[in-house]
């Protein structure tokens, strides 16, 4: 087990008249793949929010590479693919690549141009998603799947050590989510990435994950996928207020 | 001689300040359609309409200020409006739209004030509604020039960090980049922009220069450096055109410039279509 990239420490949050998220203590070490799964409206997009400190805890502590979230500048360390992409504007007149070029804006610096060498940087974050023949389309143009590939190659670019998705999978057809799924077990395992991932996909994604939670306000659970089952009958329904089933813990675990 | 001298310079004036508008405010509107603000631009050229009629009321009524040019309260005005509309903006979180009509009902209702409380400018206040090809002077010259190089360096500066936020502002902030600021420096530009544009294309029309042409290139642009691209020529040739026609047909320039421009875009939508239909004969 790696050292702990992101440290949550007594986390609540609570929004004008709902409380999102009750007491969150939650370590994520590097190299971990976590999948934050929870019922609709049970805090997940809340708590990735809080991680890239979008949204300010109400109370408690978030620690990013051992800093309190609101010192930590190195913002490109950290790869962010929210779940509005999926609704993003399809009518802006933009190519893929300017889109992933602008995943560098931050690293790149205020007042400064991209680095003379940002094309090539471009094509091989594509590549790493497999979108480098689709370097001149308009982002408009492709399918769910494919911008949301886009997407992870813009967050990709800065060379994050943490990748963070919010329902990447939604309005991608069933039969590309498996190699899309594919495709971030490499970059978690060849890439040394962290990747943290809100799913409802239990199934399709349990191949790929090291790392369960299970949140709904509290963290009813978070540890190894395959020790999921030791939760009790109670602790799944006080989760999710009706028996799901487990996740498989038969595939292979990543050491 | 002297006579053609003097028409020599207003036709100058006219056309230095089109060409620069019809460079700038498409530039600019790229932006601002994306990032949907165009009923935020409309909104804020109402609000220079109250500043330019208190302008003209203030110099009626008030000696010393007899001279003063209008163009500066207009600015003041716009700007106030730009941060007001933020402001409100803010204070109703889950209508944000509602900051639009707000901010245009107080610009079009400070401006019936003064206007009818101000007497006998009522070809004043044509020109400045509706634009005006011998009305622009010297001064109104160098302000826009002032104001447009205030748009290139603000775009120059922030060009990266507009895109980000144009395309994905979740991602910007996320990103740790200070959307917000950007985004203030971006209204108070835009002010800028609309008080600046207003002597030329009227203040009933300013927001269609910085929409029209950009709404026409959107339709064919494959990337958003296209899309700048295009917005600014088709600016261009809606100003260069509709300012000719103005002054051999004696029209207001706000109407010929912007009926250019909707005629640039039914082009670009009739062009895509046939486009879109393969080869067409004819
Ligand atoms: N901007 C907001 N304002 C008020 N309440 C919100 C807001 N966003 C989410 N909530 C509420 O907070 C709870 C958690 O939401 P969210 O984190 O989006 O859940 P999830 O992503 O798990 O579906 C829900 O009850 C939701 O209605
Ligand atoms: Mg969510």
């Known amino acids: 087990m790696g050292s702990p990239l992101i440290n949550l420490h007594n986390i609540s949050y609570q929004y004008e008249q709902t409380k999102a998220l ?9 190299g971990d793949f976590l999948a934050i799964i929870g019922p609709n409206g049970s805090g997940k997009s809340t708590l990735l929010k809080i991680i890239l400190g979008l949204l300010k805890p109400t109370s408690g502590e978030v620690l990013l590479f051992g800093k309190p979230v609101n010192q930590f ?24 690549t300017e889109v992933v070029r602008s995943g560098l804006v931050k690293k790149t610096g205020l007042f400064h141009r991209y680095p003379a060498n940002v094309n090539k940087q471009v094509r091989q974050a594509l590549k790493s998603v497999g979108m480098d023949e689709y370097s001149m389309k308009n982002i408009g143009d492709l399918s769910g799947g494919q911008q949301q590939r886009v997407f992870i190659a813009r967050a ?87 028996a799901v089933r487990k996740v498989d813990h038969q595939s292979e675990v990543k050491s | 001689m002297i006579d053609s001298i003097f028409h020599y ?53 008030v000696g010393a200020l007899a001279l003063l040019n209008p163009l500066y309260l207009g600015i003041v005005a716009s700007v106030t409006g730009s941060l007001f509309i933020e402001r409100l903006r803010r204070l109703y979180k889950h ?13 079009l ?14 070809s ?24 447009a190089l205030i748009v290139i360096v603000f775009l120059s500066l922030f060009f990266k960090e507009l895109f980000v936020l144009s395309f994905d502002e979740e991602y910007a902030k996320a990103s740790g980049l200070p959307a917000k600021w950007i985004h203030v420096l971006f209204m108070i530009v835009t002010a800028l922009v609309i008080a600046g544009s207003m002597r030329i294309v009227g203040i009933l029309l300013v927001s269609s220069l910085m929409t029209l042409p950009v709404a026409a290139a959107m339709r064919i642009s494959k990337s958003f450096k296209q899309a700048i691209l295009l917005s600014v020529i088709f600016g261009e040739l809606s100003v260069i055109v509709g300012l000719v026609s103005a002054f051999y047909l004696d029209l207001a320039p706000g109407g010929t410039i912007v009926v250019t421009s909707i005629i640039i875009l039914l082009l670009t939508i009739f062009s895509k279509k046939i486009g879109s239909k393969g080869a067409v004969s004819g």
């Open chain 2, 9 to 61: 310079e207003f036709l100058q004036n006219a056309f230095a300040s089109g060409l620069i508008i019809g460079f700038i405010a498409p530039l600019l509107g790229v932006f601002i359609v994306v990032r949907r603000l165009s009923l935020i631009a409309d909104a804020l050229s109402h609000v220079t309409l109250a500043g330019i009629a208190g302008s003209l009321y203030l110099s009626q009524s």
């Open chain 1, 156 to 242: 990709l670019i800065s060379n994050p050590n943490v990748l963070i998705l919010d329902e990447p999978t939604v309005g991608v057809d069933s039969k590309n989510v498996k190699s899309f799924y594919n495709m971030l077990s490499h970059l978690n395992r060849e890439h040394n990435i962290t990747i943290v991932l809100v799913t409802h996909d239990v199934d399709a994604v349990s191949k790929s994950i090291s790392h369960v939670a299970c949140l709904n306000q509290r963290i009813h659970f978070h540890g190894f996928k395959n020790e999921m089952d030791q939760m009790s009958d109670e602790q799944l329904e006080a989760w999710y207020g009706h």
């Open chain 2, 95 to 107: 209508y944000e739209e509602l900051a639009i009509p707000i901010i245009m009902s107080a610009g």
């Open chain 2, 124 to 147: 004043d206040l044509f020109s400045y509604l509706f634009g005006s090809v011998s009305a622009v002077s010297r001064q109104d010259l160098w302000i826009i020039i002032g104001i």
């Open chain 2, 109 to 122: 209702g400070f401006g019936a004030i003064f206007i009818s409380l101000a007497e006998g400018f009522s």
């Open chain 1, 73 to 96: 500048k190195e913002k490109e360390r950290i790869g962010y693919v929210s779940q509005k992409s999926n609704s993003f504007n399809t009518g802006f007149p933009a190519t893929v």
């Open chain 1, 22 to 30: 009750i007491d969150i203590n939650l370590t994520i070490a590097e």
